[in-house]
């Protein structure tokens, strides 16, 4: 390794001129002794200087080739993560449609049955968290997201033999132990690949609501199945989602890499580029070794419980203002609509919301340089609060206002994507990535078990219960969002202080340095995105 000089190594364009900077024999000790405390990437920089053909390998790379592994990157990680989601979306929040096709009836739901078998799913996914999280830094994390993807179509395809309400009760708390990896896993997977500034666009549209137009799809073909193929149109339903939820799982299996770093799709050359292109980030790419140093950071770092709280408060509301929850299409359906549709007003739905998501964070990304992705974030959850108000006071006689205002409300997940950005862009060392990733997916659980129970049958059609707990969540999470952004700036002049005291450590440009599996508190020249 002697001999390699760093800006080799370094995400920047050919023909960047610098002071070389040798790696030396002492801290190539280092790499090859301490495989706990260098991330992945390092460790596979590391070992590519030692090639043969290394000069070539970590020769500056040009914008031409950056671009090119971007998209492929583009081309297999977004379709991947964003289909899977899709669907664990899907068979999530497919009780709400398959009720008003008979499952409700025919299952015998009565009292709160219905709700607590929206709510199971969850409960499932607070028991796992944190072991799934776990499993996944332990072993192959592209084979565990797959596996559990799997085994989503299998409890799916099980749901259409229930008979009653405990066989849908064990469905779905089974469904939700092998859910509770979606959305932290798949942050973990888009910080491995994408830089800071790439992330907020991939994440909106991984983090798609395009549940609502495939359920809302499948569900309107099997309303016209009354028994005719020997099942009910819930069943069929479910069967539906089961078996396309399974075979996107084993292509998962076959296409989704661990890291860029074991990518068999990409070049030796284009593995580098992947990796480095990602040094300015300092978040790291993967470690499979927990450190309890992090662990107890990330536990004592305020950000952990900000955004926990912020997003118990942005998904309190998410129950009801989902497209497919399990009370939308009932409401809808109270409007005077039929059950067919019913089922075709929800796909328009789940499009409001991933439009608005994706304005947003293209907002928030172009007023990056202003630093005000938190305060975007928090503007955005203005328009869900206004279409609440609507809601409430206009008559249900109304049809058409009462729609409008539902379909405002929709606009609720744009401020839990940005936040989700925000919480990928401000955390770094993968243990602490797991915990604060695991935290963050947490509030969402508690949210949604939360939600589900502030809409009480006896209050149809108004919600008078469910509405002031979405106004009281908004107008909290709104606080929270502003403290958030507070806490980073003091943070930031903190490190700023710190670096005016030291310039040796602002100047510095060490390898070891850059792919240490440092948290953001360790790393001295992190910066947080605003």
Same mark, same amino acid.
Not at 166 to 192: D, H, K, Q, W, Y
């Given at each position: 390794? =002697?001999?390699?000089?760093? %800006?080799?190594?370094?995400?920047?364009?050919?023909?960047?001129?610098?002071?070389?900077?040798?790696?030396?024999?002492?801290?190539?000790?280092?790499?090859? &002794?301490?495989?706990?405390?260098?991330?992945?990437?390092?460790?596979?920089?590391?070992?590519?200087?030692?090639?043969?053909?290394?000069?070539?390998?970590?020769?500056?790379?040009?914008?031409?080739?950056?671009?090119?592994?971007?998209?492929?990157?583009?081309?297999?990680?977004?379709?991947?993560?964003?289909?899977?989601?899709?669907?664990? #979306?899907?068979?999530?929040?497919?009780?709400?449609?398959?009720?008003?096709?008979?499952?409700?009836? %025919?299952?015998?739901?009565? &009292?709160?049955?219905?709700?607590?078998?929206?709510?199971?799913?969850?409960?499932?996914?607070?028991?796992?968290?944190?072991?799934?999280?776990?499993?996944?830094?332990?072993?192959?994390?592209?084979?565990? *997201?797959?596996?559990?993807?799997?085994?989503?179509?299998?409890? =799916?395809?099980?749901?259409?033999?229930?008979?009653?309400?405990?066989?849908? $009760?064990?469905?779905?708390?089974?469904?939700?132990?092998?859910? $509770?990896?979606?959305?932290?896993?798949? =942050?973990?997977?888009?910080?491995?690949?994408?830089?800071?500034?790439?992330? *907020?666009?991939?994440?909106?549209?991984?983090?798609?609501?395009?549940?609502?137009?495939?359920?809302?799809?499948?569900?309107?073909?099997?309303?016209?199945?009354?028994?005719?193929?020997?099942?009910?149109?819930?069943?069929?339903?479910?069967?539906?989602?089961? $078996?396309?939820?399974?075979?996107?799982?084993?292509?998962?299996?076959?296409?989704?890499?661990?890291?860029?770093?074991?990518?068999?799709?990409?070049?030796?050359?284009?593995?580098?580029?992947?990796?480095?292109?990602?040094?300015?980030?300092?978040?790291? *790419?993967?470690?499979?070794?927990?450190?309890?140093?992090?662990?107890?950071?990330?536990?004592?770092?305020?950000?952990?419980?900000?955004?926990?709280?912020?997003?118990?408060?942005?998904?309190?509301?998410?129950?009801?203002?989902?497209?497919?929850?399990?009370?939308?299409?009932?409401?809808?359906?109270?409007?005077?609509?039929?059950?067919?549709?019913?089922?075709?007003?929800?796909?328009?739905?789940?499009?409001?919301?991933? *439009? &608005?998501?994706?304005?947003?964070?293209?907002?928030?990304?172009?007023?990056?340089?202003?630093?005000?992705?938190?305060?975007?974030? #928090?503007? =955005?959850?203005?328009?869900?609060?206004? &279409?609440?108000?609507?809601?409430?006071?206009?008559?249900?006689?109304?049809?058409?206002?009462?729609?409008?205002?539902?379909?405002?409300?929709?606009?609720?997940?744009?401020?839990?994507?940005?936040?989700?950005?925000?919480?990928?862009?401000?955390?770094?060392?993968?243990?602490?990535?797991?915990?604060?990733?695991?935290?963050?997916?947490?509030? !969402?659980?508690?949210?949604?078990?939360?939600?589900?129970?502030?809409?009480?049958?006896?209050?149809?059609?108004?919600?008078?219960?469910?509405?002031?707990?979405?106004?009281?969540?908004?107008?909290?999470?709104?606080?929270?969002?502003?403290?958030? !952004?507070?806490?980073?700036?003091?943070?930031?002049?903190?490190?700023?202080?710190?670096?005016?005291?030291?310039?040796?450590?602002?100047?510095?440009?060490?390898?070891?340095? %850059?792919?240490?599996?440092?948290?953001?508190?360790?790393?001295?020249?992190?910066?947080?995105?605003?």
């Amino acid at each position: 390794m =002697s001999g390699v000089q760093t %800006d080799s190594l370094e995400a920047t364009p050919q023909g960047t001129e610098k002071d070389e900077t040798v790696v030396t024999a002492e801290q190539e000790v280092v790499v090859e &002794g301490s495989e706990a405390q260098m991330d992945v990437a390092g460790l596979f920089l590391a070992n590519a200087a030692k090639r043969g053909d290394a000069a070539d390998l970590l020769a500056p790379y040009n914008p031409q080739e950056e671009k090119a592994v971007i998209r492929k990157a583009d081309m297999i990680i977004v379709p991947l993560l964003l289909v899977a989601l899709m669907m664990g #979306a899907v068979d999530k929040n497919a009780l709400s449609t398959a009720a008003v096709l008979g499952l409700r009836a %025919d299952l015998n739901l009565v &009292g709160q049955q219905y709700s607590w078998a929206g709510s199971l799913i969850f409960f499932g996914s607070l028991v796992s968290l944190f072991p799934a999280l776990f499993a996944m830094q332990r072993f192959p994390a592209g084979k565990v *997201v797959s596996g559990c993807v799997i085994i989503w179509g299998v409890v =799916s395809l099980c749901i259409a033999a229930c008979k009653n309400f405990a066989g849908l $009760a064990v469905c779905r708390f089974v469904l939700g132990l092998f859910e $509770a990896l979606t959305f932290p896993g798949f =942050s973990l997977i888009i910080s491995s690949w994408y830089t800071r500034k790439e992330q *907020v666009a991939r994440t909106a549209l991984i983090y798609s609501t395009l549940s609502s137009l495939t359920n809302g799809l499948l569900s309107y073909a099997s309303s016209f199945v009354h028994g005719q193929l020997g099942v009910e149109a819930w069943q069929l339903l479910f069967l539906l989602i089961g $078996a396309i939820t399974f075979a996107w799982g084993v292509l998962l299996f076959t296409f989704l890499p661990d890291s860029p770093v074991s990518a068999k799709w990409l070049t030796d050359r284009q593995r580098i580029i992947a990796v480095t292109r990602l040094k300015d980030n300092r978040t790291g *790419v993967e470690n499979k070794h927990f450190k309890w140093s992090q662990c107890k950071e990330a536990f004592l770092d305020i950000k952990t419980w900000l955004i926990f709280l912020i997003n118990i408060c942005l998904n309190v509301p998410s129950e009801f203002s989902l497209p497919l929850s399990p009370f939308n299409s009932i409401i809808v359906n109270n409007l005077g609509f039929s059950s067919k549709e019913t089922m075709l007003l929800a796909i328009p739905t789940g499009m409001i919301s991933w *439009v &608005g998501s994706l304005l947003f964070s293209w907002v928030a990304v172009k007023s990056e340089h202003r630093k005000h992705r938190c305060l975007v974030a #928090a503007a =955005s959850c203005l328009l869900p609060l206004l &279409g609440t108000i609507l809601l409430h006071v206009i008559p249900r006689s109304n049809k058409g206002g009462s729609l409008g205002s539902l379909y405002i409300v929709y606009f609720f997940w744009a401020p839990y994507i940005i936040m989700t950005t925000v919480v990928i862009a401000n955390t770094g060392g993968y243990t602490k990535k797991t915990i604060v990733y695991g935290m963050s997916y947490l509030g !969402y659980l508690v949210g949604n078990i939360i939600g589900p129970q502030t809409f009480r049958a006896n209050q149809a059609p108004a919600y008078t219960g469910g509405v002031v707990a979405m106004l009281v969540c908004y107008c909290i999470g709104i606080l929270l969002l502003l403290a958030y !952004y507070f806490n980073l700036r003091r943070l930031n002049r903190a490190k700023e202080d710190w670096l005016a005291q030291h310039p040796e450590e602002a100047n510095a440009d060490n390898l070891l340095d %850059d792919w240490r599996d440092e948290t953001d508190f360790e790393s001295k020249r992190f910066r947080y995105v605003l």
